[in-house]
């Protein structure tokens, strides 16, 4: 990519992903070219596809659970075309890395909302909370701790009461106590390695 086309796309993208800046939109631009496999037809789309995304999710963000790391990455392709473009990428980055509460809580609440239905039903809960308990052993029925565990998660999160979370409960419970953003498992990178990717990805604004 030559310089004059990697600056128009950096314009455009800096337009929607407002947590950074032109240097470092441009960084991200150039990191995500070095992160696609280029298509043998050039016409075909440049992208990032499930795969690749995923592992880039676990080797730089260290995240685990494939249910969780399979609807990051639908947050992320927004237009649901199966694949990462340059601009969903940095979009969705703006958020991961330096999302306001707001932001995040939107972005959480999607990621947990497995089946998009516009809301966090018990079954989702179950199975979030499933998969990150699973790991610690325990002698008694481990479905039944998990159920007790979704009865307690929504006396404290559903206000109104009607056996599943949406986006208004959510919003209320994380104002209230901010850890629950992420109560069905982690979603967001941990202050070390976005850090760590920070430092890696924005490197060359050092020299300036
Ligand atoms: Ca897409
Ligand atoms: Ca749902």
């Not at 676990?58 to 990462?84: E, K, W």
Request: charged content about 30%.
């Amino acid at each position: 990519m030559n310089r004059k086309k990697l600056q128009k796309v950096a314009e455009s993208v800096c337009r929607t992903a407002k947590h950074f800046n032109k240097i470092e939109v441009e960084c991200l631009i150039k990191l995500f070219h070095t992160l696609v496999v280029e298509p043998s037809d050039r016409h075909a789309t440049i992208g990032l596809d499930r795969n690749t995304f995923r592992n880039i999710l676990h080797v730089t963000f260290g995240m685990t659970d494939d249910m969780i790391m399979d609807r990051v990455f639908r947050a992320f392709d927004t237009d649901n075309d199966s694949c990462v473009s340059v601009t969903e990428w940095v979009e969705g980055l703006s958020i991961f890395l330096r999302g306001t509460l707001e932001e995040k809580m939107k972005y959480c609440f999607e990621v947990y909302d497995l089946n998009g239905d516009g809301y966090i039903s018990r079954e989702e809960m179950f199975h979030m909370l499933k998969n990150s308990l699973l790991k610690q052993p325990s002698e008694e029925d481990p479905d039944e701790g998990i159920k007790d565990l979704v009865e307690i998660t929504l006396k404290k999160m559903d206000y109104d009461h009607d056996g599943k979370l949406s986006y208004t409960d959510f919003e209320k419970a994380v104002r209230d106590e901010n850890l629950l953003l992420e109560a069905f498992g982690p979603c967001l990178p941990d202050i070390k390695s976005s850090m760590a990717f920070e430092m890696q990805a924005f490197r060359e604004t050092g020299d300036m």
